[in-house]
Each structure stands twice: as C-alpha cells, then as structure tokens.
C-alpha cells in the first residue's frame, strides 16, 4: 500500500479487484428526534457501472451520496470505496451536487471553476501545471465549453452551469463520480453530451452513480438501478430486471421490478 501526501490529505492505493461500493447496515440521521434518514442500507456495485440512483423526493439519494463523499457523517455500519474507507482517499470520489447548491454569482471564470477540481492534485500551493491545463481545456471542448471558457460563471446558461460541474468532477480523475440530479431542467443537447461522456467515463473503467427522476431511459443509460423509498433499499438490482408500468390513471411511470 502506497500512501501519498498532499494538501494535508491521504492517498491510499484501492484494493484490487473490489467493488466500487460496499454497504453493509448503514445507518445515518441528523439527530435522534428525527429518526433515521437512511436506514440498514446494505448494497454492492461493480467498479465501472453506469448506476440509476432512484426515488421520490426525501427517499434519502442526495444523502446517500453525500455520505459516500465524506459530506455526511453516519451512525451505523461500514462503507467502503474501492474497499477502503470513505475520505482514505479524497480525490478518488468526485460529487457533482444539484446545481442549485452552488453560489453561481461568485466572481470566478469557468476555466478557473473547472480547475478547482485539479486541487487536490497541486499541493500546498495549488500552482496548475501544464498537465492540470491541457486536461482542464481538453475537458471543455469534450463538453463543448471551449467557446465560454473565460466568461463568468455567472453568465452561463442552466445548461452550461450543469456541464461546467461535470467537467470540474472528470478533471479531480475520480474512479467514482456522483451526479445528483445532472438531468433536472436542462436543455437537450446538455443532456445528450452528459449522457455521451457517461458513456465514454464507463469505457475508462470509471464508475458513475447517478440520482435521477427520470426513468424513461434506463435500459440504455444504466447497469445497475438502485430504488430509494423513505431511507431503506427498495431493491438494487441489473437494470435487465426492472421495467416500466404505467399505472391506470395515473400520471407518469412506476418502476416494477420483474421476478
């Protein structure tokens, strides 16, 4: 085991061969009056999966997610990323949180926000080498962000500051990107070039985890589906054994699991 150290930070070589996640009784709350926000959640996904993350409103993902970042203390239980612990490595997880969580107006260029990603690579004094600039700049035209890279990131569009937080997540080179909610009200080519650096992230051995509503495409887009209903697992199961059923009279899909 090879242990690294940079910013006051850890870096810890993953186990070989281990899934990307491991949950066995996890347990988290905020406070004991509240109860359990995330209760005995017990899970395994492969390294290099595409993974659906789904759920109604205050079924618990973006805690889920902020736990497996290190953001989220839990009470319970035991997580493992790459078979090491949460936070043994920082820059192994990258989270890409819902747009509206981010101050938009602060006075910061694109290609400088996409760069804050690199710093956990830079050290103390977080000077970007050419390395940490041709992947920042490799990474906007991959995103089509070249053309806006020195406007603020106040003046982008929705669609824009959506695709700015994935590049700052693909430049830290994660092994494991959380994306909470990437697909919310966004405009269609956004969702498309999301959808394609998905894909090619996954033939890069990398592993995404994405919190979605929208379940029109997952035999496409996902391996693996992960339901959420009031803090407990609903299922976690290959995308192959899941299908949509639209309710008589209802409005929308409802996700069944197929035996």
Request: proline residues 3%; hydrophobic residues 40%.
């Amino acid at each position: 085991m090879q242990v690294f150290y940079y910013s006051g930070r850890t870096h810890v070589d993953s186990v070989p061969g281990a899934p990307a996640v491991q949950m066995n009784g996890l347990v988290v709350r905020y406070d004991k009056a509240q109860g359990d926000v995330l209760s005995d959640i017990s899970l395994e996904l492969p390294a290099g999966s595409r993974v659906a993350l789904i759920g109604h409103n205050g079924a618990g993902k973006s805690t889920l997610l902020k736990t497996l970042v290190g953001l989220q203390a839990y009470q319970q239980g035991d997580v493992r990323i790459y078979g090491r612990p949460v936070r043994a490595c920082h820059h192994r997880v990258a989270y890409l949180p819902q747009r509206g969580e981010i101050d938009w107006q602060f006075p910061i260029a694109l290609r400088e926000f996409i760069m804050t990603g690199r710093y956990v690579h830079m050290g103390w004094l977080r000077r970007a080498s050419a390395t940490d600039v041709a992947m920042v700049a490799r990474t906007m035209a991959q995103l089509q962000l070249d053309h806006v890279a020195d406007r603020l990131i106040s003046d982008l569009s929705g669609g824009q500051q959506q695709r700015a937080l994935l590049a700052r997540a693909i430049v830290q080179e994660a092994q494991l990107l959380l994306l909470d909610e990437p697909y919310n009200n966004i405009d269609p080519e956004t969702r498309l070039l999301i959808g394609t650096m998905v894909k090619t992230l996954q033939h890069e051995g990398r592993t995404t985890i994405i919190a979605t509503h929208d379940v029109s495409r997952l035999q496409e887009e996902y391996e693996y589906v992960v339901s959420l209903k009031h803090g407990h697992v609903e299922y976690c199961v290959p995308v192959a054994h899941v299908h949509l059923r639209k309710e008589e009279g209802a409005d929308g899909t409802t996700l069944a699991m197929v035996d």
